[in-house]
């Protein structure tokens, strides 16, 4: 479904990405794990747009995107959501959902796709109405993936869903990423936390300097004496 090849990207002249190449099946959950400043942020805006690629390819379902806009690449399929969640803080819950949808215009389909994010967050269905600044952090997390499942993707990438939410609200994020992979959604998410990234996904890739540097099926590396060392605390 997604493979990328060779793939270059910078900020000014500080390379991010130096040749990076991997690959996502249609169905996978695909998990991204390293270091801090290794480069899986900047793999996942190359991947949506919203960082542009200096050399390489990225291919979706066969066909080159890497010269798309965002806008263009979320219409292929590919919905984000980012790190630190980023949902519109004086835009209402409802209004932040409408926002993923905004390339759609089936309204019928949109009225069922918020129906179905109320059911996987019921709090935002009671919350329609608020500003979407003064929720928790997991309910903002809850609204940034429910707002991404707006534009009812085929490709969900997913940058840290757990980051600073609390254990319970983890499971209920990890449950939900669970239901979406169900209903056919590949999943390609960068997690902080290892050894819950490599439980939950099919195959792996370790990122080091912008480049990968490991790479396997899940089971596999949560085995590797390397992967150990680093990301699982021995």
Do not use: W
């Not at 793939?7 to 130096?18: D, F, Q, T």
């Not at 991997?22 to 998990?31: I, P, Q, S, Y």
């Amino acid at each position: 479904m997604l493979r990328l090849e060779g793939l270059r990207a910078a900020y000014g002249r500080i390379e991010a990405l130096k040749g990076v190449s991997l690959e996502v099946r249609a169905g996978e959950l695909v998990t991204l794990i390293g270091a801090n400043g290794a480069g899986k942020t900047s793999t996942l805006k190359a991947i949506s747009g919203t960082l542009r690629s200096s050399d390489g390819r990225i291919l979706f379902e066969g066909n080159e995107i890497h010269r798309l806009t965002p806008r263009e690449i979320l219409t292929r399929g590919i919905a984000h959501c980012p790190e630190g969640r980023r949902v519109f803080p004086y835009m209402t819950v409802r209004e932040n959902l409408e926002m993923g949808a905004y390339a759609r215009a089936d309204i019928h389909g949109i009225r069922e796709d918020l129906e179905r994010v109320f059911a996987h967050f019921p709090i935002l269905g009671e919350r329609l109405r608020q500003a979407a600044g003064t929720l928790s952090g997991g309910e903002q997390q809850m609204l940034a993936i429910g707002r991404a499942l707006m534009a009812r993707p085929r490709l969900l990438l997913l940058d840290e869903p757990s980051l600073g939410l609390a254990p319970t609200v983890i499971e209920t994020t990890l449950r939900i990423i669970r239901e979406v992979r169900q209903r056919g959604v590949t999943v390609l998410m960068v997690e902080q936390n290892a050894y819950l990234a490599l439980r939950m996904a099919d195959r792996g890739y370790v990122m080091e300097t912008g480049q990968i540097a490991l790479e396997g099926k899940a089971g596999d590396l949560i085995e590797n004496e390397h992967v150990k060392r680093a990301y699982l605390g021995g």
